[in-house]
């Protein structure tokens, strides 16, 4: 048994590239402990994240025994053939043109916080730029106040941070979002009620009002979805955010390349989320037995899609822990996950990346803003996620 590695462990999720490697090279399945199968190489995690019959979302990340109602369930927890029917209604909702009518509010958002920098000295861009950038444009993308930005975010922590993701419960042990979490889900209600009384031209607007197969949402259902979009996007793109900024400044040539070759952006994008990524793995329930490179993955069983570890298969991308942005194939990484339930909001991720990147370089002149002397790296405190906890800078002039 390879119970060496837990990536339930956020310390040893972080820092174990090369027993993930030993592990890839053993087998594209290994036994973690606790019954749980890690699956570590590129070719197999697709095909058990396409195979939605076989391994299910509503056991992914939850505990043992804990079962969600179904109304109760985001689009990530749900199984065909309700999930077919309500991605059609999210992804209907999340269009390009949607993330395209964004784009000028992205932009001119990243301009002001820029420039709401201290012109001169330290600063941390975490709690400046990485973090706010996302969740404004979260709130426009779904029509909410932008005031109402730092109280979602600290709502959305709370959620994750009380482990409600594997328990369905808040701290004290209370059952159910809207019964653990009467603030957060009252606040959404509210605003989904304001737009039954007056459409307007937002995501949250067209959730209440599209319709499959002659069915629209339910109230719960359109609570849950929203909460999904809430949750899905905000920490994952801060996380997406800070590495690549992580990057721009450790890498040698890396800021230069982009400011002479700023189509460079989009690769230098996916390299970051192979290699860094704001979602570390899927965790799924196998529900039919299935035989995996000489592995019997049986009914019950806890199977955990390593995607962090298959994005450096080197079977896949040659040198794959290297970031090299002239990687042909970067954007293959798991990261976003595959298949049917693949990321619905990566377009809208990759477009705040590239805005922020893009107006960050245009907003600073070449090499003035570095790390300060001494900075370590810290992971954010979610098991999960990649993403620097602080992004201590100095500025120059
Ligand atoms: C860098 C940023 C992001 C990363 C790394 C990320 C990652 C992921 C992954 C890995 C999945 C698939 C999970 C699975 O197969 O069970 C997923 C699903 C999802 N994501 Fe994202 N995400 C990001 C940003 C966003 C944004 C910005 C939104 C919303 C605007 C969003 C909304 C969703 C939703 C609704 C799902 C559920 C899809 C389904 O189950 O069909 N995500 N995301």
């Known amino acids: 048994m390879a119970g060496t590695f837990n990536p339930f462990d956020a310390e040893q999720a972080h820092n174990s590239w090369p027993l993930l490697a030993e592990l890839r090279e053993r087998s594209a399945v290994v036994d973690i402990g606790d019954g749980m199968a890690y699956v570590t190489r590129h070719a197999e995690c697709r095909q058990l994240l396409r195979d939605t019959e076989g391994f299910s979302s509503a056991q992914g990340f939850k ?17 065909p053939p309700n999930h077919t029917l309500v991605r059609r209604v999210m992804v209907t909702a999340l269009t390009p043109k949607s993330v395209r009518a964004a ?24 709690p400046t730029f990485t973090g706010p950038l996302p969740n404004s444009s979260t709130m426009h993308l779904l029509g909410f106040p932008e005031d109402d930005g730092p109280q979602i975010m600290a709502w959305a922590k709370g959620l994750i941070e009380s482990g409600f993701p594997a328990t369905h419960r808040n701290r004290d042990g209370v059952f159910g979002f809207a019964e653990g979490f009467p603030e957060f889900a009252g606040y959404i209600d509210d605003r989904i009620a304001e737009r039954r009384s007056e459409p307007r031209d937002d995501v949250t607007t067209k959730l209440l009002e599209l319709e499959v197969d002659g069915e629209r949402l339910t109230p719960p259902q359109l609570r849950a979805m929203v909460r999904n979009l809430i949750t899905g996007g905000l920490t994952t793109t801060s996380q997406l955010l800070g590495n690549l900024l992580y990057a721009l400044f450790t890498l040698p040539d890396l800021e230069d390349r982009l400011r002479e070759d700023p189509e460079a952006t989009s690769r230098a994008i996916d390299e970051s989320l192979r290699l860094s990524p704001p979602v570390m793995f ?12 000489g592995t019997e993955l049986e009914p019950g069983q806890r199977v955990v899609m390593g995607t962090a ?21 970067g954007s293959d990484h798991l990261t976003f996950g595959y298949g049917p339930h693949f990321c619905p909001g990566a377009p809208f991720a990759r477009a705040v990346a590239r805005i922020a990147v893009t107006t960050f370089l245009r907003h600073f002149k070449p090499g003035t803003v570095r790390l300060v002397d001494g900075f370590e790296f810290q992971n954010v405190p979610a098991f999960f996620e990649t993403g620097p906890a602080r992004l201590d800078v100095e500025i120059a002039r």
């Open 103 to 126: 784009e000028p509010y992205i932009e001119a958002k990243a301009s002001a916080l820029l420039d709401a920098l201290p012109a001169t000295g330290p600063v941390d861009l975490v």
């Open 282 to 293: 899927i965790p799924r329930g196998c529900r039919r037995e299935t035989e995996v490179d």
């Open 309 to 329: 570890c298959a994005n450096r298969d080197e079977t896949v991308f040659e040198h794959g822990d290297d970031f090299d942005v002239d990687r042909p194939n």
């Open 63 to 79: 505990a043992p025994g804990v079962v969600v109602p179904l109304e109760d369930r985001t689009l990530g927890e749900l199984d």
